[in-house]
């Protein structure tokens, strides 16, 4: 299963856009992008997933790097409610593996 | 819609007791999952299921056991309690595998004194 990479930790402040990396550099080509972001106390919540072309939805977008080895999730206005880990996954056979994804802490 | 729906929501286990995680989705999703948190880690996985009868094992399996007799029944159960297995334990199903978004519980939170 390939792996991905992420920043620990990232700051925004309200209402302001946010934009989380993922590194995947090993990815095959029939991989999809997830991610899903978990709030406190709360179980994992899927935001949004691609395999080649940019995809929007209304949480959030995804882009896409050309060569697949990277891509962005981007929330156009982060809100207080926004913050919460946010997990990048390329979901191997039958399974998900979650590293520690990237906590999100939204400034008022 | 309820989703997916775990009981208890919170437990507390003594050494050596056993005891059944309840997990039951009505989506009518073939795959089922069942995973752990440890504090400040990422989600693992311990078994997974593709459909009825159908079980397997992921990353995690050791002190746990599942079954899945129906669509909708995903129960873990976990026969010797250890302190080693406090922890939050999320449910999850999907309508399939690697493309399909997995729908999870709000966790069952065990603890093993």
């Known amino acids: 299963d390939a792996k991905t990479t992420q920043p620990n930790s990232m700051e925004s402040n309200e209402e302001e856009p946010v934009h989380l990396p993922c590194n995947h550099s090993t990815i095959s080509g029939t991989d999809y992008i997830h991610w899903y972001r978990q709030l406190p106390s709360q179980g994992p919540e899927y935001v949004i997933h691609g395999l080649t072309s940019n995809v929007n939805n209304r949480m959030a977008s995804l882009a896409i790097a050309e060569d697949r080895k990277s891509s962005t999730l981007i929330l156009h206005r982060a809100t207080l409610r926004d913050a919460a880990v946010y997990y990048c996954i390329l979901p191997g056979t039958y399974k998900y593996i979650f590293g520690t994804g990237t906590r999100l802490k939204v400034l008022a | 819609n309820a989703g997916v729906t775990q009981t208890p929501k919170f437990r507390i286990l003594k050494i050596g007791q056993s005891m059944t995680l309840q997990c039951t989705q009505d989506m009518n999703h073939n795959y089922m999952y069942w995973y752990r948190q440890d504090p400040g880690m990422g989600l693992k996985l311990i078994y997974y299921?593709?459909?009825?009868?159908?079980?397997d094992k992921g990353e995690v399996p050791n002190g746990y056991n599942v079954s899945r007799s129906t669509t909708e029944d995903f129960p873990l159960r976990l026969e010797l309690a250890a302190p080693s297995q406090t922890s939050v334990y999320f449910c999850?199903?999907?309508?399939?595998?690697?493309?399909?978004?997995?729908?999870f519980g709000d966790g069952t939170r065990l603890s093993i004194l």
């Open positions: 299921s593709v459909g009825a009868g159908i079980t």
């Open positions: 999850a199903s999907s309508y399939g595998q690697g493309t399909m978004p997995q729908h």
